[in-house]
């Protein structure tokens, strides 16, 4: 069977770059062999081990669950009973950015003059400054990915994999990793498989 090598860590990074060019919204690219994935059951496991049973895990899961079970995935009770794992990765990158105070004071610096007996030349100037006034505003720009690869389980042969992202300001109510998760999860998987290799744009669900 042909076999893929996606290199999703180099695209993460062009796709930051395409979000902020495009103004928000979720990019989409998504690796597999260009052959039929017959539905079956299919288990959400965690790509870390270390995070399996958290409550945060299970809540990620349950949204992917959720997603493939829309396209024609069943859930499967156990992985051990499963056709297909989706081993799935969430991460957010925080960056702050310091913005300039909207408040400026100028000041201005009159002119002068001189003349000489019997007429002279008389000079004149002005300078004018202004200077912010407090510290500014410091924003927060949240990065959210989510990753999904699916593989048979018989053999953890990988047959499908995606990546998601967006951009947002840590001010959006939907920033946090518990309501970005479902809007990734959606839009990776809102045309399974999708065209290989090539990333897709797709509206911020409002």
């Given at each position: 069977m042909p076999s893929f090598r996606p290199l999703l860590a180099p695209v993460s990074a062009a796709?930051?770059?395409a979000a902020c060019a495009t103004g928000g919204g979720i990019e989409v690219t998504r690796f597999h062999?260009?052959?039929?994935?017959?539905?079956?059951?299919?288990a959400v496991v965690a790509t870390d081990p270390v995070v399996a049973q958290s409550l945060e895990f299970r809540t990620y899961?349950?949204?992917v669950a959720s997603e493939m079970a829309r396209i024609g995935f069943?859930?499967?009770?156990?992985?051990?009973?499963?056709?297909?794992?989706?081993?799935?990765?969430?991460?957010?990158q925080s960056h702050a950015v310091q913005r300039p105070s909207p408040?400026?004071?100028?000041?201005?610096?009159?002119?002068?003059?001189?003349?000489?007996?019997?007429?002279?030349?008389?000079?004149?100037?002005g300078l004018g400054v202004s200077a912010p006034v407090g510290k500014g505003r410091i924003d927060e720009t949240r990065f959210n990915t989510l990753s999904i690869k699916l593989k048979r389980r018989a053999d953890e042969s990988l047959i499908?994999?995606?990546?998601?992202?967006?951009?947002?300001?840590g001010r959006d109510p939907n920033s946090s990793l518990s309501a970005a998760?479902?809007?990734l999860a959606h839009a990776m998987l809102a045309d399974f498989p999708g065209r290989s290799g090539v990333t897709a744009h797709y509206p911020q669900p409002r």
């Open positions: 796709l930051l770059l062999l260009n052959q039929p994935v017959p539905r079956a059951s299919v899961a349950a949204a069943d859930t499967a009770v156990a992985p051990g009973s499963a056709t297909y794992l989706a081993a799935v990765s969430v991460t957010q408040f400026r004071i100028g000041v201005g610096l009159g002119g002068f003059g001189g003349g000489g007996y019997g007429g002279g030349t008389a000079v004149g100037g499908w994999e995606g990546t998601a992202t967006d951009l947002t300001s998760v479902p809007a």
